[in-house]
């Protein structure tokens, strides 16, 4: 009997989706190419589960002239996907909405000659962009704001992003100014049913809010500012904070740091246990070389989240209240302590990168602005503050630890320092340590105003002031001709001699002045040095003439006939003691003033911020 004709024909190899032959219909299949598909080609093209990873391969292998080539093809593909969109058609709806994510993915963030008026022709046509751009960002704010679930919802925000990322230095993104988004992104946060739901759309609010924003008005700011739905800025606040410990958890990997005593191998061990906990807690491990390796990649792509923290922080005083008061969840950590963890973290290691030490900046400026507050300083000073904070270790010197809570303002203290001592290079990052010098300084500032005694060991601040002075004196000839540097010198300097003036009473005892005393004594001849070498008397901007008059004044007891000979620390200490009833301390005034925070100020690093956001969120939309 002859065998059946279906028997004959040969098994594929491998069996495609139906999709995967409409994508190549539609981008490979070079008959009549320009033509337009049929309606029958869309209606299946919609209902057809997308295979994102093909589409993102296929469209990858383009090179920007292919894609200008087969703009009949894309403008046809983005045109019905807004005409999908506008419709209430169901699962079709979804799958539009993650096409549009995966194409825009792909070709937006090739290397066009003009990257306008090439993206404005892959995708419409300038004859037709007005009206298409206009129904489809109108499509994305009404399914934003009404769509059925919550997961087309999140799929709209995802298209928002994908566009916004990879059209960002073009004239496209004025279509979503022109169309505020505000109140629809805001409904979905409100509506949201985790933190985890909170990213995409927050971190959109970051770029949207960016957009020229120091070149003309942007409606996203004025929102920001007008903003009081505490219900949404609670679930922002709880998703900046699980997306901090997320990026901790990066560098913990990598080199775990809880201090001995801490981790629960080490509990285990002391109850005989330990094989237990090796095997639950076991990682991998690196050498110094291949973690640095590891850490230079870091942060993760999430800390794109930071740069709508920084804005709504500069914007809002009720999210800057909610960031630093709002209470953790049972079992969470609180988010502020998260916030300042990560902080520590990427500060420890800004010098491995640029982009580090661009988000370190990021965070600094959010704590500044927290400090300048009056009334957050004094809750951040104060005992309703304590909370604890896991504080980076991985690179030596680390400061004492400390378990338990602790006053906020003592962990954001150690932070800074831990800024100060782990980024000394020649090529010094005077913006990082003005950050760091300033927020140091108006605590302090807040303390000695207030006459807050904190908790703390004041011995570490001071002793890494003087160590800053010190490298600052060693490699002067490295150092003179950076930007604003002089700033950074009257900063360090006047701090110093705040502490002097004011420590009793904001040091928690008297020990820890005498302390500070004996420090600027001891460094005397550093001082002199350091004052000849930058010219510091010629200047009326700083103190130095009061530390120099301090350690003047006790080199004199010291070389005095009855104490010629060498003396231990402790009769040193007991000079500083007795000293106290002969000084004349002559200080400026206004050493605890300082200038707020101007935005302008900033331009710079801002719009690099916006630059480093954007590439961040084009990997996060591609590994969709």
Not at 191 to 216: C, H, I, M, Q, W
Not at 309 to 317: G, L, M, P, Q
Not at 479 to 491: A, N, Q, R, T
Request: glycine content about 4%; aromatic content about 8%; charged content about 20%.
């Amino acid at each position: 009997m002859e065998a059946s004709p279906l028997v004959k024909q040969a098994r594929p190899e491998t069996f495609q989706p139906k999709i995967v032959h409409l994508y190549e219909a539609l981008f490979k299949d070079d008959t009549d190419s320009e033509a337009e598909k049929p309606e029958g080609f869309w209606r299946e093209f919609f209902l057809l589960k997308p295979e994102r990873g093909f589409l993102q391969d296929l469209l990858a292998e383009l090179s920007p002239d292919d894609v200008l080539s087969l703009q009949s093809q894309t403008q046809q593909l983005f045109s019905r996907s807004v005409e999908c969109l506008k419709k209430d058609s169901g699962l079709a709806h979804l799958h539009a909405l993650e096409t549009l994510t995966t194409f825009f993915s792909a070709v937006l963030r090739k290397k066009y000659t003009n990257p306008s008026s090439d993206i404005i022709a892959v995708l419409a046509g300038l004859d037709q962009v007005d009206t298409i751009f206009t129904d489809f960002v109108g499509a994305l704010d009404t399914i934003i704001r009404n769509g059925k679930t919550l997961d087309v919802r999140q799929s709209a925000v995802e298209v928002v992003l994908s566009i916004t990322s990879g059209a960002y230095q073009t004239s496209l993104l004025t279509y979503f100014i022109q169309r505020d988004l505000f109140p629809a992104i805001m409904k979905f946060i409100q509506e949201s049913d985790s933190p985890t739901r909170v990213f995409e759309p927050f971190t959109l609010l970051g770029l949207l809010a960016n957009y020229n924003k120091f070149e003309s008005q942007n409606p996203y700011q004025y929102r920001l500012n007008d903003f009081v739905n505490e219900a949404a800025i609670q679930k922002i606040v709880r998703c900046v904070g699980q997306t901090c410990q997320k990026l901790r958890s990066q560098y913990v990997d990598i080199m775990p740091d809880l201090p001995e005593g801490w981790s629960i191998s080490t509990t285990l061990n002391m109850m005989g246990l330990g094989a237990i906990g090796s095997r639950a807690n076991q990682k991998p491990s690196y050498d110094l070389e291949g973690a640095k390796k590891m850490f230079a990649k870091l942060p993760g792509e999430e800390a794109a989240l930071l740069l709508g923290t920084y804005d709504f922080s500069h914007a809002n005083k009720l999210f800057c209240l909610n960031l630093v008061t709002l209470p953790a969840e049972k079992g969470e950590e609180q988010a502020i302590s998260s916030f300042l963890s990560l902080t520590s973290y990427l500060l420890q290691h800004a010098f491995l990168s640029t982009r580090a030490t661009n988000y370190a900046h990021l965070s600094l400026m959010v704590f500044r602005l927290l400090i300048e507050d009056q009334l957050l300083c004094k809750r951040i000073c104060s005992d309703a503050s304590q909370v604890a904070v896991r504080l980076c270790r991985q690179r030596q010197p680390s400061l004492p630890a400390v378990r338990g809570d602790r006053i906020l303002a003592a962990s954001v203290l150690d932070t800074m320092i831990d800024g100060i001592n782990h980024n000394l290079r020649r090529r010094l990052d005077v913006s990082l340590y003005t950050l760091c010098v300033g927020i140091m300084l108006r605590i302090v500032s807040y303390l000695s105003r207030s006459h807050t005694r904190l908790q703390y060991h004041w011995s570490q601040l001071f002793r890494s002031l003087l160590a800053l002075i010190r490298f600052l004196t060693s490699y002067a000839s490295d150092l003179k001709s950076l930007p604003h540097f002089e700033s950074l010198l009257d900063l360090v300097v006047n701090l110093l001699a705040l502490s002097l003036s004011a420590g009793e009473v904001f040091l928690p005892t008297p020990a820890a002045y005498d302390d500070l005393f004996y420090k600027v004594v001891e460094s005397g001849e550093t001082l002199v040095k350091f004052r000849d070498t930058y010219d510091l008397a010629s200047r009326q901007s700083n103190s130095i003439g009061t530390l120099i008059s301090v350690s003047m004044h006790y080199k004199t007891m010291l070389d005095s006939d009855g104490m010629k000979r060498n003396l231990t620390s402790t009769e040193v200490a007991e000079v500083i003691k007795q000293g106290y009833e002969t000084l004349s301390l002559q200080t400026k005034e206004g050493l605890d003033g300082w200038e707020r925070y101007r935005e302008a100020d900033e331009r710079t690093l801002l719009k690099k911020m916006a630059r480093a956001t954007v590439s961040d969120v084009q990997v996060l939309v591609q590994a969709k």
